[in-house]
């Protein structure tokens, strides 16, 4: 058998699958009901223990390492992140067009440890009212590690490239900070037919020469990116259209005067409603993120660009008059939602509007 264990001391005894060892790391849930591939190689899950609330998990397998233009098609990134999985059954038995494995298997390649046999209903309800934890799994007849948050490393260091990547396209050059992309908002902007230059989290694009900037996801807390934030002040200065995402609507807003802040338990799913300020549309959206932008010390020049309709926090910024916007949500959304991967093309029609005033 194996336990988990709350730092407010809830013991939570289950069944161990995939890597045999202990771990710890933040807890946190995610209320999708598919996509664990794409949810375990998302990067801003770094350090943390996944408990996935849909109650069977493993039953479509894992699709192979098939690579797309120059991607693994069916990952966010090259590896798994999470530092533990926790499901309430797990099934060893798949059956999927494009599986070519179980999911303890791929797990245990990557020796990343899962508990099954728990009650995540509870579980998830427990961290929706105390907010999120830190936890420790471990088998039974090993040593307890010791407790970590993985707030306090510099997370996005460990998930950023550590050189340049170029990806070909047209003349519009645009510059992508890799705070611990996924690859799917790489695969957004490639199918605009742009070139992208994917960057290091603390390279200087300042002296680069691009067309437009975006500023991916990642974990932890935005604080950490002083760097990022630095440059993204001159890049601000420069003036060419600039997007966030996820964290980087938190390094954007920080740029541009905003503070940001620890959520109770985070946004994390398929399945979170967010409201386009100064219209009725409201959008479905996935989500991956612990810490918020508090848009009530914005500077004059900008104003919140979406909101959550669940807790009414910030959803993203854009500025009033410049070709600057950013997400908290994901438009790239891989498995899904889809429904706002139109703001790749807005960003896009900034590019091109702001080189032809350029010239």
């Known amino acids: ?5 709350l730092d407010d001391g809830t013991r939570i005894t289950g069944k161990p699958f995939a890597a045999l060892r202990s771990v710890a790391g933040e807890v946190v849930f995610n209320t999708a009901m598919t996509g664990y591939p794409e949810s375990l190689t998302d990067p801003s899950y770094k ?24 991607l693994p098609r069916d990952f966010e990134s090259d590896r798994i992140h999470i530092s533990a999985l926790v499901t309430s059954t797990y099934s060893a038995e798949y059956s999927h067009w494009n599986a070519l494995g179980n999911l303890s298997d791929w797990l245990l390649e990557h020796n990343v440890p899962g508990i099954c046999g728990i009650d995540t209903r509870a579980l998830t309800k427990r961290l929706r009212e105390h907010g999120t934890m830190l936890g ?20 996005v260091d460990l998930v950023s490239v550590k050189e340049k990547i170029t990806y070909p396209g047209n003349d519009n050059r645009i510059i992508l900070v890799d705070c611990g992309v996924k690859n799917n908002i790489i695969r957004c902007l490639m199918d605009t037919g742009a070139t992208v230059i994917r960057v290091p989290w603390d390279y200087d694009f300042t002296q680069d020469d691009y067309d437009g ?34 964290l980087g609507n938190q390094l954007l807003a920080s740029a541009a005067g905003a503070s940001t802040f620890k959520l109770k338990y985070g946004h994390r799913g398929y399945n979170q409603p967010v409201l386009q300020v100064g219209t009725n549309k409201a959008y479905i959206t996935s989500q991956n993120h612990g810490f918020a932008v508090d848009d009530s010390n914005l500077g004059a020049d900008w104003e919140p660009f979406f909101i959550n309709l669940n807790d009414g926090t910030n959803e993203g910024i854009r500025h009033k008059t410049k070709p600057f916007f950013s997400t908290q949500f994901h ?12 703001l790749f093309n807005d960003f896009m029609n900034l590019v091109k509007e702001h080189k032809m005033i350029r010239r």
Do not use: W
């Not at 223990?49 to 120059?70: D, K, S, W």
């Not at 420790?136 to 997370?155: A, H, I, S, T, W």
């Not at 991916?216 to 966030?244: H, M, W, Y």
């Open 47 to 70: 350090g943390q223990i996944l408990v996935l609330t849909y109650p069977l998990i493993g039953n479509y397998g894992v699709p192979g390492r098939t690579i797309r233009e120059h």
């Open 136 to 155: 420790k799994l471990f088998q039974e007849d090993e040593k307890e590690v010791d407790f970590y948050d993985p707030n306090k490393d510099n997370l």
């Open 331 to 342: 438009p790239e959304a891989s498995g899904g939602p889809t429904d706002t991967r139109f």
């Open 1 to 5: 058998m194996a336990q988990l264990l």
């Open 213 to 246: 900037l975006v500023v991916s996801n990642g974990p932890g807390d935005p604080q950490v990116c002083r760097e990022t934030i630095r440059n993204l002040e001159t890049a601000i200065k420069i003036g060419k259209p600039i997007f966030g995402i996820c």
